[in-house]
T-cell receptor, first 113, second 113 residues
Framework: AQSVTQLGSHVSVSEGALVLLRCNYS??????LFWYVQYPNQGLQLLLK??????LVKGINGFEAEFKKSETSFHLTKPSAHMSDAAEYFC???????????FGKGTTLSVSS | NAGVTQTPKFQVLKTGQSMTLQCAQD?????MYWYRQDPGMGLRLIYY???????DKGEVPNGYNVSRLNKREFSLRLESAAPSQTSVYFC????????????FGSGTRLTVV
């Protein structure tokens, strides 16, 4: 069965530092993978998605993620953190039936000045 | 430019009361979903509707029912609310088949006392 594991429920960085949020997946079929961001008291917004095209995926707000099949990973990165990046981030994989997304438990990103 | 609209935004219920959460999308999407979000648990799928006229159970369907009223609307009903159903509920829609990602509503924060 498909599953997603996000390593680290809370990540803290300084403004201007590299952001790295980790996601590992388990999938019995070629995966479709997604990163979402949730700002306080809001719904989730799609950051980027991997759908078997290029392994390096660029998203909104300067984020990108690299699909590594050998490591079953889809880590999210941003070269330089901004205060406005503080939010909760969710990794998701399409389920085996292809009907819905399975979400990880989320990683809260804090950015300090 | 509304996207996915959920009502109400906040609700307090007494144990045993019933209510219906409403969701409507204006993007002509085929698929619609209901998730609940609890701290440290990520998002868990309650029910989904792959297309108009169909509904299926997700990971945590107990205590809930759904109706796909038409292509635009997908409602979630709690027949006899329990404190364990205190959560934030999100409706989402997708063109279909889970490869496009979702558009989320802004959520309904439900408290059952």
């Amino acid at each position: 069965a498909q599953s997603v594991t996000q390593l680290g429920s809370h990540v803290s960085v300084s403004e201007g530092a590299l952001v790295l949020l980790r996601c590992n997946y388990s999938s019995s079929v070629p995966p479709y993978l997604f990163w979402y961001v949730q700002y306080p008291n809001q719904g989730l917004q799609l950051l980027l998605k991997y759908t078997s095209a290029a392994t390096l995926v660029k998203g909104i707000n300067g984020f990108e993620a690299e699909f590594k099949k050998s490591e079953t990973s889809f880590h999210l990165t941003k070269p330089s953190a901004h205060m406005s990046d503080a939010a909760e981030y969710f990794c998701a994989v399409r389920d085996q039936a292809g009907t819905a997304l399975i979400f990880g438990k989320g990683t809260t990103l804090s950015v300090s000045s | 430019n509304a996207g996915v609209t959920q009502t109400p935004k906040f609700q307090v219920l007494k144990t045993g009361q019933s209510m219906t959460l409403q969701c409507a999308q204006d993007m002509n999407h085929n698929s619609m979903y209901w998730y609940r979000q609890d701290p440290g648990m990520g998002l868990r799928l309650i029910y989904y509707s792959a297309s108009e006229g169909t509904t299926d159970k997700g990971e945590v369907p107990n205590g809930y029912n759904v109706s796909r009223l038409n292509k635009r609307e997908f409602s979630l009903r709690l027949e006899s609310a329990a404190p364990s159903q205190t959560s934030v509920y999100f409706c989402a829609s997708s063109p279909g088949q889970g490869i496009y990602g979702y558009t989320f509503g802004s959520g309904t924060r439900l408290t059952v006392v």
